[in-house]
């Protein structure tokens, strides 16, 4: 009599099978993450100042699934609005803001201290940004960041790059600008500093023609000009 295969037997080989594919998947997966190894997405992560988003890596050649891995393996951590960091790494906090918008400018005593003006470590970070940009939810993430708004037209006025104290590149005004900025906004400037960066400012090699375009543009002019005077 022909033997007849148990069905239950069957089903269990089934099951077998569709596990045994599941596993050599996964493996699969872990070969291709292999690909790109722990140390090239920490570079690549780095290489955006230690916070990158999925477009920024992708860019580096890190695929989508190699960050799944390097999630699921507990190597990178995913911060606020897809943007990925390091595990064991502390990013850097102006790169991590900055990253969210790159109409976020550091100005103000952030910049005064980032450019060597003022020797007080930002407790607030100052960021200048566009009229009509919103801002709310990078308010909402980081409260430690104090906003100012500008006109759209003179919003690019001095952008420069600098490094960071953790060594990473960020964009600041140059320091003609931020001394525009604090006088122009001097009622809400601590008086320490104030007095710190300008007399910093114009004691050294400051560019006077400079500095007057940037204050006619700003309409600060005759406020500049007596400053140059009396300093």
Not at 220 to 228: A, D
Request: net charge positive; aromatic share 10%.
């Amino acid at each position: 009599m022909e033997n007849i295969p148990n069905r239950k037997t069957g089903h269990r080989a089934l099951c077998i099978s569709f596990f045994k594919m599941i596993i050599l998947k996964n493996k699969m997966k872990e070969a291709i993450y292999m690909d790109y190894s722990v140390d090239d997405i920490k570079d690549a992560i780095e290489s955006f100042g230690g916070i990158a988003s999925a477009s920024q890596l992708s860019e580096k050649g890190i695929s989508r699934l190699s960050l799944y891995q390097g999630l699921v393996s507990g190597m990178i951590s995913r911060e606020s609005h897809g943007n990925y960091v390091v595990t064991d790494n502390q990013p850097d906090e102006y790169t991590m803001i900055q990253n969210r918008s790159e109409k976020m400018i550091f100005s103000h005593a952030t910049a005064l201290y980032l450019h060597g003006l003022s020797d007080r470590v930002p407790h607030e970070l100052d960021i200048t940004v566009p009229q009509g940009d919103n801002v709310s939810r990078i308010k909402r993430d980081y409260e430690n960041t104090r906003f100012h708004y500008c006109k759209k037209e003179i919003w690019d006025l001095g952008i420069i790059e600098t490094v960071t104290p953790q060594g990473y590149k960020v964009k600041i005004y140059d320091v003609d600008r931020c001394i525009c900025d604090l006088i122009k906004d001097k009622k809400s400037v601590d008086s320490q500093i104030f007095t710190q960066a300008l007399k910093g400012y114009f004691s050294g090699k400051y560019n006077p023609r400079k500095i007057v375009k940037y204050a006619r543009q700003l309409n600060i002019e005759s406020k500049i000009r007596t400053y140059m005077e009396i300093l």
